[in-house]
């Protein structure tokens, strides 16, 4: 089924309270392996499997003190080509009825329907009006938990939910837990960063503590930032799409028991877990001002940019070597999954 431009856009500003200006643009694949930079620097093979975009500078190490990201990196494969950041999430798998995983792939977004999976990136200035101070070299940061399993637990990340794609425009009905159902379309996970600074930390030792939630309110209704971490920071946001349409059959192959098939490389089958990592890397004072000129969507005056398919030729080799496609005995690195106790369900 084809959109017609108005539709699209109707049904992407419903997510926004009036037109706004925003960031909007893909990042394809750059690479899917174990990695985590952030979490477990120098480490060839981290505990679960990311997906990642981004600039060509990422690897397992990424020393804030030494590296120079924009000035590493080549190529990236977001179409704004000034932007060498990294991004990433975990990858969700299919566990079958006789209990080997396979790899949900991803697909492009509407309007990016050419990338080459990755991500759809938001950076929002500011809903309200008001300045916002872009990211600075060497910022790092994540939302979500992968220990978490309760709707309880994960509901002080207020904004990482999932939305079950009924078709690619589907913008309703996010849920905080993996749905219940198949989804036609897919799943898309959604990735959303506190908007709050404490402006002088450019990461903590949890990767969160310099980062913070509006007091009252919301980003969206213009909340205050607390004392602690003053500085309105522009709020990320990531659409994951997931391509579940190769496992939706659920009466032939989802869990006798009614539950829902799909797991996160870290062991989680609820999907309170999830979580986003973010490595700051934009050229130079651009995404200020991309944020001081409120650009919208993949445009921006003075900034370079590229195309779907320029952004698909870059990659990095992969640095883990394992199989990560095909019907697999266990998730990557032999991950568990477990429950609300941290027992291992399977
Ligand atoms: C990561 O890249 C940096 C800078 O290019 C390099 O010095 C370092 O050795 C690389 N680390 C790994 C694990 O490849
Ligand atoms: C497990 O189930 C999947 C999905 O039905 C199937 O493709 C695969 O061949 C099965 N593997 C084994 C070892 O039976």
Sequence with gaps: ???????????????????????????????????????????????????????????????????????????????????FSNYWTAVLFFRARNGTYHRVPQKGNVFFEQAKGGMTVYYTPTLTGGKVTAFKPGFRMIVGDPMERTAAGAAKYRQLTYTCLQNSMTRTGETKNLPPKPCPAGIMANIRFPTCWDGVNLDSPDHASHIAYPTSGTFESGGPCPSTHPVKIPQLFYEVIWDTTAFNDAAADWPTDGSQPFVWSYGDATGYGTHGDYVFGWKGDALQRAMDQNCQNDRCSGLGSQSLQQGNQCTVETTVDEQIDGWLEELPGGMAVTDASGKVIY
């Design 1 to 83: 089924m084809r959109f017609q431009g108005a539709q699209v856009a109707a049904g992407l500003m419903s997510v926004l309270p009036g037109a706004q200006a925003l960031l909007r643009f893909s990042c394809s694949q750059l690479v899917v392996e174990r990695l985590d930079p952030l979490v477990n620097p120098g480490v060839v093979g981290s505990p679960h499997l990311h997906q990642i975009i981004g600039g060509n500078a990422f690897n397992a190490t990424m020393d804030p003190a030494k590296l120079d990201i924009p000035g590493t990196a080549t190529c990236t494969t977001c179409t704004f080509a000034d932007d």
